[in-house]
């Protein structure tokens, strides 16, 4: 007997291994209500009784699955996706060695389509700077473990361009858009996904939850909200401004990316010597920033300091910014800070504060207010 299962997320999927030859997809399952009177499973796989398996989300995750799929036998796929029809959306995302090497192990064919739109980055130098004198803090060597180990360097692609080379892999009728799963029962049929509007899919043997951090079957496998409290998706503490720019930067072709530490940073950096060899006293950072995290003020802090957090501590709130090399004279930031939870809600805009004179603040010079300001 096939029991039926529901899988949340999949992290595993790249590391499936598969034929490198691609063979031809076959045709999916129809997005359609069961006959209420389908019988169960059969006990064995077979080529007339295929491993039924319905994949709700055609995000990266999905689809990648998807593809790890497609060429075995005995498996016949389907994917579930809620938007109507794909649209370029999203920015460039990271795929270290490892996931690059697990894309070249799944499909030969559908690596080197992602090589081709592929910008290289663990080649170059990458690390922590310091954002007020652009100096090193750390630099991260990317680049001799993957050689040691003969795995592809890490690099970035466009989300869209990923999503359509894996879409690429599959056949016409593998993917059904607007069908968005709202839940699933468990019947003696399979599982059978309940989709956003009322409507009922074939059943599955197995349904995989690939539908985002607000996952609507996580939800229903765990019994409670796919939002907020108790959901099992935590704030993590940062809001993040994002955005892409042209941008001659002076060391293209040298450095992959850049993460800026500036003030009020939970990441200490150790005093410069002073003349005699000895740490100096002197803070990296102005003294009325030296106050990390929800470290309390000291006793000469202002009042207007204290009152800033109403609990007598000094909240200075943590920061970093991120720019990195996505190809073409093109570059990505991402700006995160530090607040809390709801704090971005429209009409919370909050009091700001201009980044700091010096390096970072000279990246964005000429962009869109947003990324050049920072809340407390």
Known sequence: MILPLVVVACATA??????????APRAAAAAVAPDAGAAAP?????????????????????????????????????????????????????????????????????YRDIEARFTWTGNLTNGIKDGLRDEWYAKFDLASPAARRGLPFTGVIDRPDLQEILLGGLADGVVANGRGVATY????????????????????????GADGIWSSVRATMRGAPARGAGSGAAYSGYTVFAGELAYASPDRGAVGYKVYIGPAQSLRRRPPPNSRGAPSREPPFRRRETARGDEPAGPGASVRDRRRSGDGKRRLGRRYFVITDIGNGRYQYFAFLARPPGSGRRGQAGRH??????????????????????DR
């Open 185 to 208: 029962d468990v019947t003696p049929a399979g599982v059978v996904p309940v989709l956003d509007d009322g409507a009922r899919a074939a059943p599955a043997d197995v349904l995989v």
């Open 14 to 23: 790249l590391q499936m291994p598969r034929r490198a030859a691609r063979s």
């Open 42 to 110: 059969p006990d064995a796989l077979s080529a007339a009784h295929p491993l039924r398996v319905t994949i709700a989300g055609a995000g990266v995750g999905g689809l990648t699955l998807a593809n790890a799929l497609r060429g075995h036998d005995h498996v016949a796929v389907t994917v579930l996706e809620r938007t109507d029809a794909f649209k370029r959306f999203g920015g460039p995302i990271q795929l270290a060695s490892n996931a690059m090497a697990a894309f070249r192990e799944l499909d030969a064919a559908l």
């Open 353 to 374: 504060r201009r980044l700091p004179q010096g390096h970072v603040r000279g990246l964005v010079a000429g962009h869109p207010r947003d990324p050049r300001r920072v």
